[in-house]
């Protein structure tokens, strides 16, 4: 039985949807000892979240942005406008996406189907770097 | 301490919310032997989700797809139109929602509310049988 | 390796988003004993959600409150009316921000962002007292 926590720095990302599997997977080659575990990745960010989705059109990051900023847009009248016009639709949009996924790991490798791969959905312009931190628990 | 990692193909539902907490439970009878532990249950699909929710009245489940359909509606204009008027709906919804539910074990149960249940929300017309991975963690 | 688990009864809250970081702290002291691991907080409730974000300005939970009744609005056409006008709608928003948070833990603390808070989103007027459990496992 064995834990692993790793922390990650990603590239800055533009507003939108980008999948991350590389980045989380390249941070922990300890996966590979790993029989049968659980992967949980964590955004340490309020107005970031993680998702898991489709891995292969990059049509369905990109919609999925716009259906976001017309599920929460940026000019509904919120009160928390200090910190600029993106930034309480993306702490509403963290709520509705949320702060982390779990991923099954089977003999060394995340079982994730076919055409999933893990999102990090940037909901500000500006938002910069984002650590991410990355726990995996299980049999070794 | 104790790992069991179990695969379930479930039956074709049709597009909506469906109750699934048989099914989970009857695929890992190891959840009688845990004594505190988790139990998560993950979606290898990103057109279908799964959520907690209401068991008791069948009317939470249609409402709730109802509401789904009004939050990401399929006539939305998306880019990614190939497969289907509710692809890209549903993978809306599948980051809405979330693709794994966790849950607490104790005593050889999970510990559920009362009225809460295991849902899998189905968000394609012809989304076939959808596959899980059931992985439980605990003190046997 | 050690798991721990705790039921925590939280005070009634109003209809909106709170703060609820150090109920669950103060719940479960035994998180100082953990090296390395992860916190499952798990709401038994399907009319109120647990949620990560803004620690804060208090405008933060305001405004999500705000925005979800807007997503998810009580005078949706709904079948489900019997408990009330904010039952079916809160069902709505237990789904779409989910009944569990999970965090991971490090040298006996939460490793939650800066800014980074837990929320309890109460859907109902008039909701009562909600239960958690709040679930530990990691290297002592």
Redesign the interface.
Known sequence: ?S???QEVLLPRFSRGCHIITRHVVEALPEIGQVR???L?V?????SASL????NA?A??P???E???A???PDD?????T?EGADD?SG??K???????????V?DGRM??????GI?L?EHRRQGGRR?L?L?L???T
């Open positions: 039985m834990w692993f926590q049968i575990g659980l949980h964590f955004i340490q960010h309020t998702s898991i989705n489709e059109d049509d369905v990109h919609d999925l716009k259906a976001l017309s599920i929460a509904f009248p919120y009160q928390h200090i309480m702490h509403v963290a709520s509705l996406l949320g702060s982390s996924v779990t991923v099954p089977r079982v994730l189907g076919t055409w999933q999102y959905c650590r931190v726990t628990n299980g049999e």
